[in-house]
């Protein structure tokens, strides 16, 4: 079975720091595009950033770069989200997805982010 | 506020059709493909509609997807209560360098 199980959320002050994890399974992980999309409480998605399949290339919304790090290891199926400098606003659950032909076709069930003193 | 932009909400009778608009530029929905995405409460998004009127395995014909222009169209036939949930589209912006969804068009069935 396709599957991305996503962890290490938690609640974390302003200006803290935290890495999510995904593990992935059901499939050859390298050689898939991944990414994180965020949904904040209430609100609609938000895409947040993706990664090739070797890594040579990311991209970010612009409200995490310099903040966000997207990055993976292929030898352990593992796609992460390094988050640094955290706000209030960053506050959502957070989502692997797969990437597969311009769309996300497989999407873990969230991992919950609060960022709050 | 989205870049690509959506009804807030559509409501319709059971077994009727309903269509859900999602509008963009030539920067994302123009010179890309459209996905669709489902999302009941509380749970992840599900695929519905890839590569702008595809459907993946498992997803019934009564959804349909188009694109035309700068505008892309979901459409649900038949509908059931069942489709009461929250839809989504998404596809790549190339001047941002980034993906982008819609703000999401929760669908009533009456």
């Known amino acids: 079975e396709v599957q991305v199980v996503e962890s290490g959320g938690g609640l974390v002050q302003p200006g803290g720091s935290l890495r999510l994890s995904c593990a992935a399974s059901?499939?050859?992980?390298?050689?898939?595009?991944m990414s994180w999309v965020r949904q904040a409480p209430g609100k609609g998605l938000e895409w947040v950033a993706n990664?090739?399949?070797?890594?040579?290339?990311?991209y970010y919304v612009d409200s995490v770069k310099g903040r966000f790090t997207i990055s993976r290891d292929n030898a352990k199926n593992s796609l992460y989200l390094q988050m640094n400098s955290l706000r209030a606003e960053d506050t959502a659950v957070y989502y692997c997805?797969?990437?597969?032909?311009?769309?996300?076709?497989?999407w873990g069930q969230g991992t919950l982010v609060t960022v709050s003193s | 506020q989205s870049v690509l932009t959506q009804p807030p909400s559509v409501s319709a009778a059971p077994g009727q059709k309903v269509t859900i608009s999602c509008s963009g530029s030539?920067?994302?929905?123009?010179?890309?493909?459209v996905s669709w995405y489902q999302q009941f409460p509380g749970t992840a998004p599900k695929l519905l509609i890839y590569?702008?009127?595809k459907r993946p395995s498992g997803i019934p014909d009564r959804f349909s997807g188009s694109k035309s222009g700068t505008s892309a169209t979901l459409g649900i036939t038949g509908l059931q209560t069942g489709d009461e949930a929250d839809y989504y589209c998404?596809?790549?912006?190339?001047?941002?360098?980034?993906?982008?969804f819609g703000g999401g068009t929760k669908l009533t069935v009456l």
């Open positions: 997805a797969r990437d597969w032909v311009a769309a996300a076709d497989c």
């Open positions: 059901g499939f050859t992980f390298s050689s898939y595009w």
């Open positions: 990664i090739k399949q070797d890594g040579s290339e990311k």
């Open positions: 030539s920067s994302n929905i123009g010179n890309n493909y």
């Open positions: 590569e702008n009127n």
């Open positions: 998404g596809t790549w912006d190339s001047s941002l360098s980034a993906g982008v």
